[in-house]
């Protein structure tokens, strides 16, 4: 993370709740439907049908498919890909053939509820005009909503760390918000693939390029790179691409298993083995807690699933707590108080979210239970 990054924000599940998009646990019901809506459920439900064996025979559980926690399904899923269990029958380097249904009808079911760009609600415009740009967003959102409301008060971000002039490392100094998301995007797709068969087919002599929904010339969709400006090196995300018309590009294309896979890190207890094309978005978190002069957290509720999550941000939290907290920065700027922002809406509720953030001291911290609405703009505007 770059020195000249003053706050930092942390975005989860609750940030995109009143836009009405749906939360994890209300994913798993609607994906069983639409595959079978669709007439793809058959490989799904193979899968199911094992993991619950898996279980029974391994974890004396008994679950029926309504029980299955869908984190630790796609756990289950994760490894046996990552470890190549199905050898010669692995189906793509972006899943087997569950994966890819799963993760193909979270980014539809996702795009298909996000409000359109001047249809957001108010408090995500309100979030983007208070966002500087020296401020870094980490989000672990699917969604567009952030880059929308970016776009719509004319505030420019980049979705990579650092941008570059050249390939010898000069730095593009342009003030921009860092919007980074740790677990990838709807509408983010890699190239990979379809650039190793365009070499496939000029070794082969043929004149017509591959056909791509997304990459063959001619396509309806519009792409550009995640990745801009010069690269001093090669950098994981060089092939990942940004559809920007991803509602015109799922309309013309209703086909889930032959066709594009958006790049998401599954909502999987073991995502983090795929997660090296982002590994430089946790470049340096750890450290960055001692300069930085302010960090909110809305809507994330560290889940189970993301143990990784909570090691990263404690190791940010101790930084920004213990160092230089009362010390003055340049411009006479000093540390603010760590912002937490989630709905709960009962004692047992809060009582739990207070524990999963035990490592916040609650006397250099400020917690809103209302959910993330006009009050919370205004007190993160306040703990500036």
Not at 5 to 12: A, E, I, K, P, Q
Not at 44 to 71: A, G, H, M, N, W
Not at 83 to 88: K, Y
Not at 321 to 327: A, H, L, R, S, Y
């Amino acid at each position: 993370m770059s020195t000249s990054t003053f706050r930092v924000f942390v975005l989860g599940a609750g940030f995109s709740r009143p836009a009405g998009l749906p939360l994890g646990n209300e994913l798993w019901p609607e994906i069983r439907a639409r595959a079978r809506e669709q007439g793809i459920h058959v490989h799904l439900e193979r899968d199911l049908d094992e993991y619950i064996q898996f279980k029974r025979t391994c974890d004396s559980v008994e679950l029926s498919p309504e029980k299955v926690d869908f984190e630790d399904f796609m756990g289950y899923l994760d490894l046996e890909h990552f470890l190549g269990l199905r050898g010669s029958d692995t189906w793509s380097r972006d899943g087997n053939k569950t994966q890819v249904l799963i993760k193909s009808l979270i980014a539809r079911i996702i795009v298909e509820r996000t409000p359109p760009v001047d249809e957001l609600p108010d408090v995500y415009y309100r979030f983007a005009e208070e966002l500087d740009v020296t401020d870094a967003v980490l989000t672990f959102n699917y969604d567009l909503l952030l880059e929308r409301a970016l776009e719509k008060v004319g505030k420019p971000y980049r979705l990579f760390p650092i941008r570059y002039k050249d390939a010898h490392g000069t730095v593009d100094e342009r003030e921009e918000v860092v919007v980074l998301k740790l677990h990838g995007s709807v509408d983010w797709f890699d190239r990979t693939d379809y650039t190793d068969l365009e070499r496939s087919y000029r070794d082969q002599g043929f004149s017509d390029p591959p056909r791509d929904p997304i990459f063959m010339p001619g396509s309806i969709a519009k792409t550009v790179p995640v990745m801009q400006g010069q690269e001093p090196g090669e950098d994981p995300l060089a092939p990942m691409f940004r559809v920007l018309n991803i509602e015109a590009l799922y309309a013309s294309h209703q086909t889930i298993l032959v066709g594009p896979t958006p790049w998401l890190l599954s909502p999987s207890t073991t995502k983090f083995v795929y997660s090296d094309k982002l590994r430089e978005f946790w470049w340096g978190l750890g450290q960055a807690g001692a300069w930085i002069l302010g960090v909110t957290f809305i809507g994330y509720s560290f889940p189970p699933h993301d143990n990784y999550v909570r090691q990263a941000m404690f190791k940010l939290l101790r930084n920004y707590q213990e160092k230089w907290w009362n010390e003055d920065f340049p411009g006479n700027r000093h540390k603010g108080k760590v912002v937490l922002i989630d709905r709960k809406e009962n004692p047992q509720d809060i009582e739990a979210f207070q524990r999963r953030y035990g490592f916040v001291d609650r006397e250099k911290s400020v917690r809103h239970f209302g959910g993330f609405n006009e009050e919370a703009i205004r007190i993160i505007h306040a703990a500036r």
